[in-house]
Every structure is written in structure tokens, then in C-alpha cells.
Antibody, heavy 120, light 110 residues
Framework: EVQLVESGGGLVKPGGSLRLSCVASGFTFSSYSMNWVRQAPGKGLEWVSSISSSGTYIYYADSVQGRSTVSRDNAKNSLYLQMNSLRAEDTAVYYC?????????????WGQGTLVTVSS | QSVLTQPPSASGTPGQRVTISCSGSSSNIGSTTVNWYQQLPGTAPKFLIYSNNQRPSGVPDRFSGSKSGTSASLAISGLQSEDEADYYCAAWDGSLNGYVFGTGTKVTVL
């Protein structure tokens, strides 16, 4: 059974940093691209970042470009999102999701999400 | 940034047909395939339709998708109470070099 489990969320002050993790199981992690999608409270879905299966190709939304770094460790079946210079508008549930590639591909499995709250 | 536009809400009685539109542009829907996601209250999104009109196993055939030009649609026929959820379209945008989601549509079963 495919499982994606996020962790690392919490309360952080504006300007602070946080590292989110997503541990995968039930499939060959190194064969899939991985993605981060967030959802602010009461709002819609917003794509954040994507990383190819080998980590060679990486994309970011303009809203996090320059402040966030996505990475993966295929030996640990893990995906990460390092978020710096956090702002109130980064408050959201962050989901990791799997896809066969980047571009013309859908997100076929999603984690349950981890909540990031940026507040003083 | 939501560059795909959906109506904020749609509703119907049990058994009715409901259609949700998704309007984009030549850099996203017009040049790639559209996927649809369903988000039940308090849960993570789940993928519903991929490649414009393909249903993954386990998704009832009352859900169907279509695409024409720079717009796409999701239809739910034979509406059921368990279909009450938020629905999002999504596509890759070649100009933004990223995925874009629709604004989301809340479906209510009256």
C-alpha cells in the first residue's frame, strides 16, 4: 500500500525556518517525482515545488522561490522541504504527493498533510 | 497563484447531473492535459480524473471529464450525498514552469 507521511510542521515566528519531511513507503520511491502542495486555512490548493526522481530537475512556485529548497534522499525514501524567511502567508497545510514525472502528470497519491503556522 | 478559474459552488439534488467548468489559457490547459482532484471535508485531496478524461480504478463511472481548447469540465451524473466535496482542476503551465490549480468548486447535494 502506498503511503506518504509528512512531518515537521508546527508554529514558527515570522522570519523563522522549518524543515518538512515526507516519508514514503509501499512503492519504489526512486522511480517517482515528488511534489509539495499547500492549502492555506479555508483556501484552495497551491502547488509549491516539484523534484524529479533523481533530483536533477527542480521547480518552485514564485511564492516560495528563493526562500525554499526541496530535496530528496532516495536511500531513505524521503522528501524534504526547507523553508526559510517564513511569512504569515506561508501558513498552510503542506501535502506531499507522488507523480510519475513532472509536467504532464497527475498526483496520484497524497499524504495527510502537516500544518505550518507562521505567527508571532 | 490560481490561474485556472472555476465557479465557487455548484449544487444539485440526488440523482441530478452537475457540471464544473475550468477555464485556463494556451500556456496550460491549451497545451497539456487536465487532472481533477476531489477533496472531501477534512481530508487530503484524492485524484479523480487524469489526462482530461481518464478515471483511475475505483472512481465511479458517474464522474467524467472533458477538455476543449483552453477549458475543461468535470461532470458528475447521478449525484450522491457522498459527492459533497471540493473539486479542483489542475494542469502544468509551460509559461510559469509549474503546476497550476483551479480556484476550486464546492459541490453541495441538496
Amino acid at each position: 500500500e502506498v503511503q506518504l507521511v509528512e512531518s515537521g510542521g508546527g508554529l514558527v515566528k515570522p522570519g523563522g525556518s522549518l524543515r518538512l519531511s515526507c516519508v514514503a513507503s509501499g512503492f519504489t520511491f526512486s522511480s517517482y517525482s515528488m511534489n509539495w502542495v499547500r492549502q492555506a486555512p479555508g483556501k484552495g490548493l497551491e502547488w509549491v515545488s516539484s523534484i524529479s526522481s533523481s533530483g536533477t530537475y527542480i521547480y518552485y512556485a514564485d511564492s516560495v522561490q528563493g526562500r525554499s529548497t526541496v530535496s530528496r534522499d532516495n536511500a531513505k525514501n524521503s522528501l524534504y522541504l526547507q523553508m526559510n524567511s517564513l511569512r504569515a502567508e506561508d501558513t498552510a497545510v503542506y501535502y506531499c504527493a507522488r507523480s510519475l514525472g513532472i509536467g504532464n502528470y497527475h498526483f496520484d497519491y497524497w499524504g495527510q498533510g502537516t500544518l505550518v503556522t507562521v505567527s508571532s | 497563484q490560481s490561474v485556472l478559474t472555476q465557479p465557487p459552488s455548484a449544487s444539485g439534488t440526488p440523482g441530478q447531473r452537475v457540471t464544473i467548468s475550468c477555464s485556463g489559457s494556451s500556456s496550460n490547459i491549451g497545451s497539456t492535459t487536465v487532472n481533477w482532484y476531489q477533496q472531501l471535508p477534512g481530508t487530503a485531496p484524492k485524484f479523480l480524473i487524469y489526462s482530461n478524461n481518464q478515471r483511475p480504478s475505483g472512481v465511479p463511472d458517474r464522474f467524467s471529464g472533458s477538455k476543449s481548447g483552453t477549458s475543461a469540465s468535470l461532470a458528475i451524473s447521478g449525484l450522491q450525498s457522498e459527492d459533497e466535496a471540493d473539486y479542483y482542476c489542475a494542469a502544468w503551465d509551460g509559461s510559469l514552469n509549474g503546476y497550476v490549480f483551479g480556484t476550486g468548486t464546492k459541490v453541495t447535494v441538496l
